[in-house]
């Protein structure tokens, strides 16, 4: 049940881009087309969750014990860069289908502040090593739903006609805008 | 190159926020209130203007290949300089910037900067291209975070100029978004005017 409350908290009442701020680079950047939506949602998923299990061990098991915690910015990033490399690779070898469908974005993925920023609330937390993974895997599907949900959107405006001077990025934040406020209406059902 | 050039391109010709849509994650997620904004503008100048410096130091000892990664690590040492020097000396705002004071680190001006500018420019260069790009963004935060202020509790740099309630939406997430999307509509009807 307890993890039921994190998933849903995590997806719908602080959903990570549109009640943080989280990942707004990629929810801008990439959200003009459903495909390469869905692309980045794969990468996302596939690295944030995997990076929140490996900091919270290294955290735990490296940082407290020699009482280096203030090292915790430099550590994560350099875990989240090489572990985006490591996908990289990895992908590249066993799966190249899912590497051509998800390659361009992984590097993309290192200044994603999502990433990070999960993986550090989760220790923030005080989470336990399930509670961050499906804390993780909340976040991914919260991301998910918010950067699918607005391309679609963003696929529709192309058809209409809109002023000159809000095309692109600005009628994209106005429409995000009124996305968050949607999401507004799920405060408080956990 | 003419160094004042290189200094005002920040604030309107490519300016991070409004023209190159960078850092938008800070932008939207610390505006509450233009205090705020402006601490967290200069925060990130700070991170700024020291990894150009470093990274044009030392451009030319770094193997191209290895390059990213270490520019990551000299930004996240300024970045933890940062962290700890804010918690010691004003934890309230260390408290209300939060997460974003860590995820500077991530920031793409930041790491854009020290790839597309410092990595190939004189030392010089460097620390005015980092000031004037991060002044430029701590001015966008700050009027972002003044307008949603002013809309969403009535008041100034926290003082009260009207008094009763206030737009409340606009210090909520979707007042960021609102906010930021209707000056980036002011923003490109001032560029067509001078143009």
């Not at chain 2, 191209?64 to 934890?91: H, N, Q, S």
Request: aromatic share 10%; proline share 4%.
């Amino acid at each position: 049940m307890e993890y039921i409350l994190i998933i849903i908290s995590a997806v719908f009442v602080s959903n990570i881009v549109l009640n943080q701020f989280l990942g707004i680079c990629p929810f801008i950047g990439v959200s003009s087309k459903v495909e390469t939506a869905i692309g980045m949602t794969g990468a996302v998923t596939f690295v944030m969750v995997i990076a929140t299990l490996v900091t919270y061990l290294i955290y735990h098991s490296v940082l407290v014990p020699l009482d280096i915690v203030y090292m915790r910015t430099i550590t994560f990033i350099l875990v989240i860069a090489s572990l985006v490399q490591l996908v990289e690779i990895i992908l590249k070898k066993i799966s190249p289908p899912l590497y051509q469908a998800l390659g361009i974005f992984l590097p993309l993925i290192t200044t994603n502040c999502a990433v990070l920023g999960v993986a550090v609330l989760a220790v923030q937390k005080d989470f336990g090593l399930l509670e961050s993974t499906v804390y993780a895997i909340g976040n991914a599907i919260g991301f998910g739903l918010a950067l699918i949900t607005f391309s679609g959107i963003r696929e529709q405006l192309d058809l209409l006609n809109v002023p000159k001077r809000m095309k692109g990025v600005p009628i994209a934040f106005i429409v995000a805008g009124l996305m968050a406020l949607a999401f507004m209406g799920f405060t408080g059902i956990v | 190159m003419n160094q004042w050039k290189n200094f005002s391109k920040g604030f309107i010709k490519e300016n991070a926020v409004f023209v190159l849509f960078l850092g938008l994650c800070p932008t939207l997620g610390v505006t509450t209130s233009a205090i705020n904004g402006l601490g967290m503008g200069l925060a990130t100048t700070f991170v700024l203007v020291m990894s150009n410096l470093v990274v044009s130091l030392v451009k030319n000892l770094i193997p191209d290949k290895v390059r990213i990664p270490a520019f990551i690590v000299i930004i996240a040492t300024f970045v933890t300089v940062v962290e700890l020097v804010m918690k010691g000396y004003v934890p309230a705002l260390f408290d209300a910037l939060g997460l974003f004071i860590p995820l500077i680190v991530v920031n793409c001006v930041v790491l854009g900067r020290a790839e597309a500018f410092a990595s190939k420019n004189t030392i010089w260069s460097s620390l005015v291209d980092g000031a004037g790009m991060g002044l430029g963004f701590t001015m966008a935060l700050t009027v972002l975070g003044a307008v949603r202020e002013l809309l969403g509790s009535g008041a100034f740099f926290g003082m009260k100029l009207i008094s009763g309630d206030a737009m409340l939406l606009f210090i909520l997430p979707p007042g960021a978004f609102l906010a930021l999307g209707y000056l980036l509509v002011l923003a490109n009807m001032i560029k067509e005017k001078s143009s």
